[in-house]
């Protein structure tokens, strides 16, 4: 069964959903007596108790009070932005441009020790040059029509990224060979990022592995990127958005994934055999 970026946040509005629906039924309403309370229509109702629709703070204040349960309001909304920010739209958090967005992972990096990272189709954000990060960041300003400060936020993102050669911190970091052919920015661009991959995959504090074109029997299928925290946090992501993960079931899920594809890599002398023959091919 194909993991789900998304379930978690799912389930988290689900939650929020459910409380509101006993909330009612406790009250003894239907639904259409709710939304004449609450001054909406019934389909309303509908959406909010079924998760398709999040209620925002004012509409779950007036459920509460048609419901009689005024004193549960507050509570429910704090659940409900919790449930939210499970699900950051990119376009919504840089709206203003992409530096922010870097600067914004600073504390998250300092306090985490172990970070494990699988990314199927890009090196990895924490081992980016300046001219490969801005490529990207460069493409991505103009998928999501928002200003283009490339420059400024690739220069941020190696900034951060110095966290690798700071003590206290390890990085297992897992790429599929295809990530080394897929090029950002012009052929000597994408020569210093390949080439900066063997400097920085032989840091002590650094395990990089390379699964090969070449694998036959794997034992998982190509996953979404993400990134995982500790053992207490996912990050995935997707075209359209980040989804963080916290639910210690589905955290466990995403390690056992990353064990099997961790199982697949060679590393050492074979990794960086491969980032060579990808450089080569860039001649």
């Not at 409380?19 to 004449?36: K, M, P």
């Not at 900066?196 to 090969?212: D, F, M, R, W």
């Amino acid at each position: 069964m194909p993991i789900s970026p998304s379930s978690a946040a799912q389930a988290a509005r689900e939650r929020v959903a459910q409380r509101l629906h006993e909330l009612r039924a406790d009250a003894g309403l239907t639904g259409t007596e709710l939304a004449s309370r609450c001054g909406w229509s019934h389909p309303k109702t509908s959406r909010i108790e079924n998760a398709r629709t999040p209620p925002s703070p004012r509409d779950i204040r007036l459920w509460c009070e048609a419901c009689g349960a005024e004193a549960q309001a507050e509570d429910i909304i704090a659940q409900s932005r919790d449930a939210e920010s499970l699900y950051v739209e990119w376009r919504r958090h840089v709206r203003d441009g992409l530096r922010r967005l870097q600067d914004s992972y600073l504390a998250l990096y300092r306090s985490t020790r172990l970070f494990r990272v699988y990314s199927p189709t890009l090196v990895p954000g924490l081992l980016h040059t300046e001219g490969y990060a801005a490529a990207l960041l460069s493409a991505n300003a103009r998928l999501l029509g928002v200003p283009d400060d490339a420059e400024q936020a690739a220069a941020s993102r190696v900034e951060r990224s110095k966290v690798i050669h700071e003590p206290g911190h390890r990085f297992v970091l897992v790429i599929e060979e295809a990530a080394l052919y897929h090029q950002l920015g012009d052929g000597d661009a994408m020569a210093a990022q390949l080439g900066y991959l063997l400097t920085a995959g032989a840091l002590p504090s650094v395990s990089l592995g390379v699964i090969p074109k070449s694998t036959r029997e794997r034992a998982l299928w190509p996953q979404e990127l993400f990134h995982v925290y500790d053992d207490t946090l996912v990050s995935v992501e997707l075209l359209s958005a980040c989804v963080n993960i916290s639910q210690p079931s589905e955290v466990a899920l995403y390690l056992k994934a990353f064990e099997q594809l961790r199982s697949m890599a060679v590393y050492g002398a074979d990794a960086r055999a491969l980032i060579v023959r990808a450089i080569d091919a860039l001649r």
